[in-house]
Nanobody, 124 residues
Framework: QVQLVESGGGLVQAGGSLRLSCIAS????????MGWFRQAPGKEREFVAG????????GNADSVKGRFTISRDNAKNTVYLQMNNVIARDTAVYYC?????????????????WGQGTQVTVSS
């Protein structure tokens, strides 16, 4: 049974930093492209960042470029999202997702497995 478990969310002041983690089990982690998505109340789930199986290719949404960094450690079955200089608009539930592929996709529909999400709230 595949499980993705996010952690690291919480309350942070605008301009601050958070590091989200997602630990995967029940799959061969190195065979999966990983992505981070977020969903704010009343809005659709949106792509934040994605990373290839080896970590060599990454993609970020324009809204987080220069502020958020995705990385992975295949030895630990873990993907990370380093969030710096957060702003109020970053408030959302953050989800990690996995897709057995060689290509990083920015569409939520492309991903096979999802975590339960972790809440990030940015206070001004």
């Amino acid at each position: 049974q595949v499980q993705l478990v996010e952690s690291g969310g919480g309350l942070v002041q605008a301009g601050g930093s958070l590091r989200l983690s997602c630990i995967a089990s029940g799959l061969t982690f190195s065979e999966y492209v990983m992505g981070w998505f977020r969903q704010a109340p009343g809005k659709e789930r949106e792509f934040v960042a994605g990373i290839s199986r080896s970590g060599g290719n990454k993609g970020n949404a324009d809204s987080v470029k220069g502020r958020f960094t995705i990385s992975r450690d295949n030895a630990k079955n873990t993907v990370y999202l380093q969030m710096n200089n957060v702003i109020a608009r970053d408030t959302a539930v953050y989800y990690c997702a996995a897709r057995r592929s060689t290509v990083v996709f920015d569409s939520a529909a492309a991903y096979d497995y999802w975590g339960q999400g972790t809440q990030v709230t940015v206070s001004s």
